[in-house]
């Protein structure tokens, strides 16, 4: 039997079901069981495209060389394999998916990924149910996607994939795409995550002004200077107490302390950490494994994107990260006279922001936007003839 990935909209919807697990299957046994097992399938399936299709192309290289450095960190410090593997599949099965599907046919992915919407809805439901949580753990309630600042990672790529499918499919933002939106903003109000709560305010102001095909960026704003703004935005946090200017909105507006609810010491912590393994990083590590090296049961990860990276693979994961981003920029300026381009940064520059704060530990979407950063020229094409391949079947 020869199974077509390219044309088949259901199994691309059904793979992306399978790769973004939500959160509370995480407590029921057999249910986890199921969606790792059929995970473990079609990322097999894929790999299988990959090798027929002989893929090497930058993005593809991309993705080898990211999950290949972060594996041999974790091979060097004899950390848990098995944990990584869990860890990462289901990322490095998107970003697969994506790189695949937007070479071949980006109409079918896109069409697909109406399927995620339904998650939206389900998670909001529950919290309109539970609104003090389906279920209580360490660092607070969740609910069906999970943790209230795990749900905008979840919800701004879903709102991408939506935005994009209405201008690519219908030319214009449709009823459905407008209650979809309004659905995640309240997600997002009712979790009451003030690191979210600013990455949508980020993606919805960009959206809002820039959005319009006519309207044109200035000619400095692009994904590579909102990535080196945000790294001096945490270096001036860190060294020159940058966050005093800004007591007004932390304190009064926010609710928060100029420690940034003590964001600053966990960051001198992993400073030191990094000084010790500087090049190699320390491989993948768990929360339980970030809590005993910090020392402080609330320290599960470094609260900082950039510290992350740099913990887990040193100096040469931290270059391949910011080449990812740097080839990613040069195809959206390429692209940037899209409005699927201006969406696509917007949500990564959203990201970046929320980064800041947050060491965006399980993304599973993260880096499939920047792998669908690098292909937005194939957004390009009449949204109402993407071509169609038919001569690659396995």
Not at 221 to 231: E, H, K, M, Q, R
Not at 259 to 285: C, D, P
Not at 354 to 362: D, P, Q, R
Request: hydrophobic share 55%; proline share 3%.
């Amino acid at each position: 039997m020869k199974i077509n990935l390219y044309n088949n909209k259901y199994l691309v919807g059904f793979m992306l079901l399978v790769f973004i697990m939500p959160a509370c299957f995480l407590r029921i046994p057999i249910a986890l069981s199921i969606y790792r097992y059929l995970g473990f399938a079609c990322m097999f399936l894929l790999l299988l495209f990959v090798i027929k299709g002989k893929k090497i192309s930058p993005p593809f290289l991309w993705i080898y060389g990211f999950h290949a450095v972060i594996l041999l960190a974790t091979l060097i410090n004899r950390g848990d394999l098995w944990l990584f593997f869990c860890d990462n599949y289901a990322s490095f099965s998107l970003c697969i998916l994506f790189a695949l599907m937007l070479e071949k046919n980006p109409k079918i992915l896109i069409s697909a990924s109406k399927v995620l919407d339904i998650l939206v809805y389900i998670n909001l439901l529950t919290m309109l149910i539970y609104p003090k949580g389906m279920y209580i753990v360490a660092n607070g309630a969740h609910w069906f996607l999970g943790h209230k600042n795990i749900l905008s990672r979840i919800m701004l790529p879903i709102i991408c994939l939506a935005l994009i499918r209405a201008y690519y499919c219908f030319g214009k933002i449709k009823l459905n795409t407008i209650v979809l939106l309004a659905s995640a903003s309240l997600t997002i109000i009712l979790a009451n995550s003030t690191t979210a709560l600013i990455g949508f305010a980020v993606f919805a102001l960009f959206l809002f002004l820039f959005h319009n095909k006519t309207k044109r960026l200035p000619r400095f704003f692009t994904l590579f200077s909102a990535l080196c703004v945000t790294v001096i935005i945490f270096f001036a946090l860190l060294f020159f107490n940058f966050q005093k200017y800004f007591s007004f909105l932390i304190e009064l507006i926010l609710g928060k302390d100029l420690t940034l609810t003590n964001r600053l010491a966990v960051w001198q912590m992993a400073l030191q950490k990094i000084s010790h393994k500087f090049f190699e990083g320390y491989g993948y590590l768990s929360g339980n494994q970030f809590i005993e090296m910090f020392g402080r049961d609330t320290y599960t990860h470094p609260h900082n994107y950039f510290l992350y990276i740099f913990m887990t693979g040193g100096i040469v994961l931290s270059v391949i990260v910011f080449m990812g981003y740097f080839y990613a920029n040069k195809t959206l300026k390429n692209s940037i006279d899209t409005v699927y381009s201006k969406i696509i940064m917007f949500t990564l520059i959203a990201f970046l922001i929320m980064g800041l704060t947050e060491a965006l530990t399980s993304t599973v979407f993260l880096y499939p936007l920047l792998i669908l950063a690098m292909n937005a020229d194939k957004l390009k094409s009449n949204r109402l003839t993407a071509p169609i391949r038919t001569d690659s079947t396995i």
